[in-house]
């Protein structure tokens, strides 16, 4: 329904979309800017740090055009509006992530995937195996189960603190912005509470230092870059149960 409706005035949509795309290429633009300046950020180049922004950027979008509305949640939560999706014969969840179904994030995916494409073709000192090219769409994908993952617990989280929408983009959105620098530039610290706290290395970190050739400044193991479809999984499963557990907890407003 959302996507007819959006489609019925197609000029605007293009345009939305297009200023989408736009918006969140200025992010890949201060880099540039960066490297006008220097040759090397972390020990990483230009392209190197592309491939990250493009797959962590695309792997993003993936996941807000599907889940991004569940940051809503709270607000249903506030003005019981949620009570009318507990009566439908359809999932809460998918019923939240379609409210107001935003095709304009395309966007987002258009421009991470154009960056993408860029640093691919400028990396063509890198010996591509067929296990890199593959590891490529693996990435990609497995980084959008991995941020569709924290979204839902974030809108898990919801249920219990009334409106924590922020809490969930700073790992969301903050985490891609992270991600898009080479982890040679943080604290061992944190890179040790985004592997094994919230996962977000798994995104585009440790497969792209694969794909790269580079080591891991944790010094994981190299086959640690094919476990970000499990760790997908793993990550799902509690946030499904969380969501679950906050559906059942719902009380209503009383009104």
């Given at each position: 329904?959302?996507?007819?409706?959006?489609?019925?005035?197609?000029?605007?949509?293009?345009?939305?979309?297009?200023?989408?795309?736009?918006?969140?290429?200025?992010?890949?633009?201060?880099?540039?800017?960066?490297?006008?300046?220097?040759?090397?950020?972390?020990?990483?180049?230009?392209?190197e740090?592309?491939?990250?922004?493009?797959?962590?950027?695309?792997?993003?979008?993936?996941?807000?055009?599907?889940?991004?509305?569940?940051?809503r949640?709270?607000a249903?939560?506030?003005?019981?509006?949620?009570?009318?999706?507990?009566?439908?014969?359809?999932?809460?969840?998918?019923?939240?992530?379609?409210?107001?179904?935003?095709?304009?994030?395309?966007?987002?995916?258009?421009?991470g995937?154009?960056?993408?494409?860029?640093?691919?073709?400028?990396?063509?000192?890198?010996?591509?195996?067929?296990?890199?090219?593959?590891?490529?769409?693996?990435?990609?994908?497995?980084?959008?189960?991995?941020?569709?993952?924290?979204?839902?617990?974030?809108?898990?989280?919801?249920?219990?603190?009334?409106?924590?929408?922020?809490?969930?983009?700073?790992?969301?959105?903050?985490?891609?912005?992270?991600?898009?620098?080479?982890p040679?530039?943080?604290?061992?610290?944190?890179?040790?509470?985004?592997?094994?706290?919230?996962?977000?290395?798994f995104?585009?970190?440790?497969?792209?230092?694969?794909?790269?050739?580079?080591?891991?400044?944790?010094?994981?193991?190299?086959?640690?870059?094919?476990a970000?479809?499990?760790?997908?999984?793993?990550?799902?499963?509690?946030?499904?149960?969380?969501w679950?557990?906050?559906?059942?907890?719902?009380?209503?407003?009383?009104s």
């Open positions: 329904m959302w996507i007819r409706s959006t489609m019925t005035y197609r000029t605007s949509f293009f345009l939305s979309t297009f200023g989408n795309a736009a918006i969140t290429l200025l992010d890949f633009v201060a880099i540039t800017i960066m490297f006008s300046h220097v040759d090397e950020l972390g020990g990483f180049t230009l392209p740090i592309a491939l990250l922004y493009g797959s962590c950027s695309a792997s993003l979008g993936l996941a807000d055009l599907l889940l991004g509305n569940t940051d949640i709270g249903r939560i506030r003005d019981g509006s949620l009570d009318t999706m507990l009566v439908r014969p359809v999932p809460v969840l998918a019923q939240v992530a379609a409210d107001r179904f935003a095709l304009r994030r395309l966007g987002r995916i258009v421009q995937l154009a960056v993408l494409g860029w640093a691919v073709s400028e990396l063509d000192q890198l010996h591509w195996t067929v296990g890199k090219v593959l590891m490529v769409p693996v990435m990609i994908t497995a980084g959008a189960a991995i941020f569709g993952a924290v979204m839902v617990a974030g809108a898990a989280f919801q249920f219990l603190a009334g409106d924590a929408a922020e809490v969930q983009n700073s790992f969301t959105y903050g985490g891609c912005t992270m991600l898009q620098y080479p040679t530039v943080f604290a061992k610290d944190l890179l040790r509470g985004v592997t094994f706290i919230v996962p977000l290395a995104v585009n970190w440790l497969p792209a230092l694969y794909v790269l050739g580079r080591p891991d400044p944790l010094g994981l193991p190299g086959w640690v870059a094919y970000s479809p499990l760790v997908a999984f793993v990550v799902f499963l509690p946030a499904s149960l969380a679950r557990a906050g559906v059942r907890s719902y009380r209503s407003t009383g």
